[in-house]
């Protein structure tokens, strides 16, 4: 057990050197595979997919206090942040400390993975990271090691330590003041969101 330990330990530092050297990698989430890159190396990483400029990416955050960091937040996100982590990604309105890059048209898009690898990947390396699905614009994401080694966008690929991904991407939902709009379902079940907010008091409906 403490090889295994030793061993993810010096494979994580090699990630957070290759971040730090404005390097893209691959690492696993619950839902499928990721592509990340410090919020400050972005252009990299939509070069690398193919990205159209104006399409956002994600931000990925250790924790639901890393997240709220970059929001003006609000009773609805509070709520719903309760979910995290997990497969779900609240798109909201930035404050003043989000950087303007990760959130184009006004909206930034969080998220707390629910993946040991992930989340220690997020520990060491700052707490945020801009994040996308592993796969070429286009194409469908990878669910496994041996998908995001076969598309070869990067060199680097974090081990899933055991915990493969479910291969369902994350449910995004839009959250502006009190009202919900659910822009994707996914993993995470809408009706478990509208349930939280009801039980809360809360849950316009954008649509």
């Not at 220690?120 to 945020?128: C, E, P, V, Y």
Request: contains cysteine; hydrophobic residues 45%; charged residues 20%.
């Amino acid at each position: 057990m403490k090889e295994r330990e030793d061993n993810l330990m010096d494979v994580l530092r090699e990630a957070v050197q290759r971040l730090e050297a404005g390097e893209a990698i691959g690492y696993p989430t619950e839902t499928v595979w990721g592509l990340a890159v410090l919020p400050d190396a972005l252009p990299a990483l939509y070069e690398l997919k193919g990205r159209a400029s104006d399409k956002p990416v994600q931000v990925s955050c250790q924790d639901t206090a890393a997240a709220q960091r970059l929001t003006r937040g609000g009773r609805a996100f509070d709520t719903l942040a309760a979910q995290w982590p997990g497969p779900l990604t609240l798109v909201v309105p930035p404050n003043a400390d989000c950087p303007a890059e990760l959130a184009p048209g006004g909206w930034v898009g969080l998220r707390v993975p629910d993946h040991p690898i992930a989340l220690a990947l997020l520990r060491a390396s700052g707490g945020l990271l801009a994040t996308t699905s592993l796969n070429p614009s286009g194409r469908p994401a990878a669910r496994t090691l041996e998908e995001a080694r076969a598309y070869g966008l990067v060199p680097f690929l974090l081990p899933d330590g055991g915990v493969p991904a479910q291969g369902l991407a994350s449910t995004v939902v839009r959250v502006d003041g009190e009202t919900l709009e659910v822009l994707r379902e996914g993993a995470l079940p809408v009706r478990a969101l509208w349930e939280r907010l009801r039980a809360a008091g809360l849950g316009g409906d954008a649509g």
